[in-house]
């Protein structure tokens, strides 16, 4: 999916926090023949650190606080306005600690991905990397996905799985999938912005196959 006159894929980007995935992407868009850029990064608290990275970059910022509305649904429709302002093909959630209501699930249906810190299906939610070493894992990742109604349940992507070692922290453990997520995250957006990724009846397909993980 490119946009006009095959200009690159314009992507907006939803954070929260630090924005070290966001930082991943930037860095990508900066790099040569990358077929995607940052139209704007907006953020729900106007205290996180992703905004000074997006300003450093030359990117659109807009704050849009959660607490100045009285539901769920309204600040979705609002974040909605705001996103459609810039016209995006692409909306990437980056570390954006939301849940995310239908209504807004829908509208951005087949061009919203996520970037997870677990090996999908495995340690939805929370607090993943103390979850995996308190059930005593050997193995941990990362996972892309597109989004949908069920919560870190939408079609995967791409998955990058890493070892747990005997002396890991939960700290220690983060840092590598990290690591992990700065790569496999623009690489899926590399993919939909050159129209081989999709989304097609519920199905993640990448070059028209159907696309399968050994974490399924």
């Not at 302002?85 to 996520?114: C, K, Q, T, W």
């Not at 995967?156 to 939960?170: F, N, R």
Request: proline content about 5%; overall charge negative.
């Amino acid at each position: 999916m490119r946009s006009k006159m095959n200009e690159p894929l314009s992507v907006v980007v939803l954070i929260s926090g630090n924005g070290s995935n966001l930082q991943a992407l930037i860095n990508a868009a900066e790099e040569e023949k990358y077929p995607a850029r940052i139209s704007a990064v907006i953020s729900n608290r106007n205290d996180a650190y992703g905004l000074q990275r997006a300003r450093a970059a030359g990117i659109v910022c807009r704050v849009l606080p959660h607490h100045a509305y009285e539901t769920r649904e309204i600040y979705d429709q609002a974040l909605m306005a705001l996103i459609d302002s810039f016209d995006p093909g692409l909306v990437a959630l980056a570390g954006f600690m939301r849940i995310l209501s239908a209504n807004f699930v829908e509208h951005y249906s087949g061009r919203l991905l996520n970037i997870h810190p677990s090996l999908l299906p495995k340690y939805k939610g929370l607090n993943t990397h103390q979850r995996v070493l308190d059930d005593g894992e050997i193995e941990h990742g990362a996972s892309v996905h597109f989004v949908t109604l069920e919560l870190d349940g939408g079609p995967l992507i791409l998955q990058s799985p890493v070892p747990v070692l005997a002396d890991d922290t939960a700290e220690s453990l983060a840092a590598r999938v990290l690591n992990q997520e700065h790569i496999i995250y623009p690489q899926a957006v590399k993919w939909f912005a050159e129209g081989r990724l999709k989304l097609v009846d519920g199905v993640a397909m990448l070059d028209n196959k159907v696309i399968s993980t050994p974490y399924d």
